[in-house]
Every structure is written in structure tokens, then in C-alpha cells.
């Protein structure tokens, strides 16, 4: 098992352009987050997912933001338009309810945006 | 709405010495907690998770307590060594199908 991957993990980007991210979870999880972090502070909760349904989605998810998870395994996190307030850390994590839910985290898409 | 904060900001120590970390949420009834720590530019990891029914969890040289009562958990790390430096950061969930809140993290340097 290799843990939860993300990719890229740097992407620079021009304001107005669209950019996507993608989150593997570790194999067995049925549980996937997206959290957005910035310099100084905690992980902001984004969305999560059970299995393919995306069960919870934090306001700070404006309709530029858009979460899919098809099948059930990895996750695709789409920003549209992008703006200078979306530069951050993305980070994804997967867990298992078996396991009492604890989190793995991913190491995280660096956005920056020009 | 759940709060969670974390107490100290910042905290350095010499190498050797023990070491307590705070983390206080506002409301009681939470599912579980959960420490991570965190290398700088990189993702977390955990370290310890504590259920609602228990009152302590240990690894190595790491001990988590909780205090649902009081709404506080602490972070035990006994004899700090350098690469104990990074950002510590607790998160509470308050059901099974309710999202994380994290703490803004303690940032930690063991100086040798």
C-alpha cells in the first residue's frame, strides 16, 4: 500500500484558467476529504465522500468549486475561473470506518495562482 | 458551531525535556480527536486517535488524553529530540458522518 497520492503537486496557474486535482485514496478506504490549507493555519474542511456520494459540502465550496468521486476510488477537486484568493495547499485524505475513520493524508497540490 | 483552538501558538523547547500540547473544542459530544503533525510544506500524518469512550492513547513516546467534559485533549511528547520539530495539529469530529474541524496547530522546535 502506498498511502493516498496527489497530483500534481505544484500547479501554477493564470487567474480565469480552470485547473483540476486528482486524489488517489488508500485502496480499501471508503472515505474521502478535500481540505484547503493556508500558511499559518489548520485545514480548511472542503467536501468529503462516501464511497461515490458526496455526503457533506463545506460553504466555502463556491460554484467555482466542483468535487467528483465516479466510481467510488479516486477523486477528481475542479477549480473554474481561478482567482488569487485560491492559491493554497489542497490536501485530500482517505479513511476507513473499520479503522474508526482515522484520517491518511496526501501530501498535498500546491496552487498558485498569477 | 464547534471551535477548535490550540494553545501555544508556537513553543520551543531544549532537546530532553518533556512537553504538553493543548487543543480545546467547544462543544462536548465528539465522535473522536485526532492528533497529526505536520513537516513543513508537506501533508500530515497521524498520530494518535482518541474515541469518544476513551480517555488515552499512547505510542512510543507520544501520549494523547481526552477530557470530553471539559472539552479539552492534550498531547504528551516525553523526552523532545530535534526531529520532533513540526506543526501539531488536533482535529475533532462530532458524529460518524459529520465533517473534521481542525485547530490552527502548535508549532514545535526542539533545539539540540
Known amino acids: 500500500d502506498t498511502g493516498v497520492s496527489q497530483n500534481p503537486r505544484h500547479k501554477i496557474t493564470k487567474r480565469g484558467q480552470n485547473v483540476t486535482f486528482r486524489c488517489d485514496p488508500i485502496?480499501?478506504?471508503?472515505?474521502l476529504y478535500w481540505y484547503r490549507q493556508t500558511l499559518g493555519q489548520g485545514p480548511e474542511f472542503l467536501t468529503y465522500?462516501?464511497?461515490?456520494?458526496?455526503?457533506?459540502k463545506s460553504r466555502l465550496l463556491s460554484d467555482r468549486f466542483s468535487a467528483e468521486r465516479p466510481k467510488g476510488s479516486f477523486s477528481t477537486l475542479e477549480i473554474q475561473r481561478t482567482e488569487q484568493g485560491d492559491s493554497a495547499m489542497y490536501l485530500c485524505?482517505?479513511?476507513?470506518?473499520?479503522?474508526?475513520?482515522?484520517?491518511?493524508f496526501g501530501p498535498g497540490t500546491r496552487l498558485t495562482v498569477l | 458551531k464547534q471551535e477548535v483552538t490550540q494553545i501555544p501558538a508556537a513553543l520551543s523547547v531544549p532537546e530532553g525535556e518533556n512537553l504538553v500540547l493543548n487543543c480545546s473544542f467547544t462543544?462536548?459530544?465528539?465522535?473522536?480527536l485526532q492528533w497529526f503533525r505536520q513537516d513543513p510544506g508537506k501533508g500530515l500524518t497521524s498520530l494518535l486517535l482518541?474515541?469518544?469512550?476513551?480517555r488515552e492513547q499512547t505510542s512510543g513516546r507520544l501520549n494523547a488524553s481526552l477530557d470530553k467534559s471539559s472539552g479539552r485533549s492534550t498531547l504528551y511528547i516525553a523526552a523532545s529530540q530535534p526531529g520532533d520539530s513540526a506543526t501539531y495539529l488536533c482535529?475533532?469530529?462530532?458524529?460518524?458522518?459529520?465533517?473534521?474541524?481542525f485547530g490552527p496547530g502548535t508549532s514545535l522546535s526542539v533545539i539540540p
Open positions: 485524505a482517505s479513511s476507513w470506518r473499520e479503522e474508526a475513520d482515522t484520517q491518511y
Open positions: 465522500f462516501q464511497n461515490e456520494a458526496q455526503l457533506e
Open positions: 482535529a475533532v469530529r462530532l458524529t460518524s458522518y459529520d465533517k473534521v474541524i
Open positions: 482518541i474515541q469518544s469512550s476513551q
Open positions: 462543544d462536548s459530544a465528539i465522535y473522536n
Open positions: 485502496s480499501e478506504h471508503n472515505r
